[in-house]
């Protein structure tokens, strides 16, 4: 599978992140901003609403692209009847990310096909080997953390902060692109474009920022800062 897609600058989102703001003005700061990879994460919206959601973001996601001729990918977290009923509603989902209690990867491949984007998460060594042995030529990166402890995602590491040293760990040994994030700030930007990491990915520090335009922002041009010295 040979995609094209770009890691750097991963927002994570859902309609509970956002400070009480509207999910769509948010989205579309941080697409200005500069985002290049984008994931709807609903943990509390009712099925319905969640598609309906899912097929408003993507047309907004899809006008972007058109209009900045920018290649920005949307995907799913978890749910595939979400991706599924978008779709058939004529939504442009590029994809799904699933973590290890999710989906099998093979049967996300097999009902999504061979142009979706599937990305798994691997937070220990163990599971990117497995990774590697088992779902090359199935997902299409991995995403890893916590970098730091984060109340967004409390089960992301299983309670193991990786810290940036642990994330290039597993970045070194993966197989596949790995975007790393759980509790990234823009302190943590400068060490992180040092590692093997494909990209970082956040929630709060974009969706939850006073400025969302402007974080998002500041975050990328941090990355590329020290990105371009190495």
């Known amino acids: 599978m040979n995609k094209s897609f770009d890691l750097s600058a991963y927002l994570v989102v859902g309609s509970e992140n956002t400070a009480g703001r509207d999910i769509f003005s948010v989205i579309h700061s941080a697409l200005e901003g500069g985002i290049t990879f984008l994931q709807l994460r609903e943990k509390h919206l009712s099925t319905r609403d969640f598609i309906n959601?899912?097929?408003q973001i993507a047309k907004i996601v899809t006008q972007f692209n058109q209009k900045n001729g920018r290649i920005v990918k949307f995907v799913i977290n978890d749910r595939l009847d979400?991706?599924?009923?978008?779709?058939a509603l004529g939504a442009n989902i590029d994809g799904i990310h699933i973590?290890?209690?999710?989906?099998?990867?093979?049967?996300?491949?097999?009902?999504?096909?061979?142009?979706a984007i599937i990305g798994l998460t691997c937070d220990s060594l163990d599971l990117v080997l497995q990774a590697n042995q088992d779902f090359m030529g199935i997902i299409d990166y991995i995403g890893a953390g916590p970098i730091h402890a984060t109340p967004t995602k409390t089960d992301c590491g299983h309670g193991y902060v990786q810290g940036v040293s642990g994330i290039d760990?597993?970045?070194?040994?993966?197989?596949?692109?790995?975007?790393a994030g759980g509790g990234v700030k823009l302190e943590d930007l400068q060490s992180l474009a040092k590692t093997h990491?494909?990209?970082?990915?956040?929630?709060?520090?974009?969706?939850?920022?006073?400025?969302?335009?402007?974080?998002?922002q500041n975050l990328l041009n941090e990355w590329m800062k020290y990105r371009e010295t190495d």
């Open 99 to 115: 973590g290890q209690d999710d989906l099998p990867p093979k049967i996300a491949r097999q009902l999504l096909g061979e142009s």
């Open 82 to 87: 979400v991706v599924l009923a978008a779709k």
């Open 53 to 55: 959601s899912a097929v």
């Open 197 to 216: 990491v494909a990209g970082w990915f956040v929630v709060s520090a974009i969706s939850m920022a006073a400025d969302v335009y402007q974080a998002t």
């Open 169 to 179: 760990e597993l970045a070194l040994k993966s197989q596949l692109p790995l975007v």
